[in-house]
């Protein structure tokens, strides 16, 4: 049982550049969300999924985009990479928020 | 004011003490969880609390709704449980978990 998977582990990227954060779980979860932790700071909602073809933004949204075309699958964008996007992103899933949580190992994203 | 306050934000025990860390929200709450996160970054999920009490081998954790205030105990700790511990409060609003910042605990042996 694989759980959350999230790749890449790390990645440097140039301003202005896109990339894709993938996440995915083998748990049918209907529960799908990402976070940023930034030092000095609790952990902070960007974006999250109830369900397939069902997203909705969080605290952190700007510069960010999600899809949800499958149960699996919550990748992450980031559209032009901006340096204040240098952070450690986490996705997580659970049946939903009133029962355990699983999160991915984290990515480590450097924008310069 | 933030929503989730933990304390303390730093804690040092030494091996075999019993460690409390706490929390305290300002919010409604459906459910209060706590996770812990090693030096390594991976999360981990200890307990989901909507009342009362939860027990797992070492640790215990305790939830006071009226008070808006959760604890989290260590019993026997040892060089292992040294992580930082994060408290998360789910508000009730469709998918808003809301966290402290953390507690880092080191136990020294």
């Known amino acids: 049982n694989a759980g959350v998977t999230q790749t890449p582990k790390f990645q440097v990227l140039k301003t202005g550049q896109s990339m894709t954060l993938q996440c995915a779980q083998d748990?049918?979860?209907?529960?799908m969300s990402w976070y940023r932790q930034d030092p000095g700071m609790g952990l902070r909602l960007i974006h999250y999924?109830?369900?397939?073809?069902?997203?909705d933004q969080g605290e952190v949204p700007n510069g960010y985009n999600v899809s949800r075309s499958t149960t699996e699958d919550f990748p992450l964008r980031l559209l032009s990479a901006a340096p204040s996007q240098t952070s450690v992103y986490f996705c997580a899933s659970s049946p939903d928020l009133l029962n355990t949580i699983y999160f991915g190992e984290g990515s480590w994203l450097t924008v310069v | 004011k933030n929503e989730v306050e933990q304390s303390p934000q730093n804690l040092t025990a030494q091996e075999g003490e019993f460690i409390t860390i706490n929390c305290s929200y300002s919010?409604?709450?459906?459910?209060l969880h706590w996770l812990q996160q090693h030096p390594g970054g991976g999360i981990v999920s200890l307990f989901m609390?909507?009342?009362g009490k939860k027990k797992h081998g070492r640790l215990i954790a305790t939830i006071n709704i009226q008070e808006k205030h959760s604890s989290l105990h260590i019993t026997a700790s040892h060089p292992r449980d040294s992580a930082v511990y994060i408290c998360a409060v789910h508000g009730g609003s469709q998918g808003n978990l809301i966290f402290g910042k953390g507690t880092k605990l080191s136990v020294k042996p």
């Open positions: 919010v409604g709450i459906s459910a």
């Open positions: 609390l909507s009342s």
């Open positions: 999924s109830v369900g397939a073809g069902i997203t």
């Open positions: 748990m049918n979860h209907e529960y």
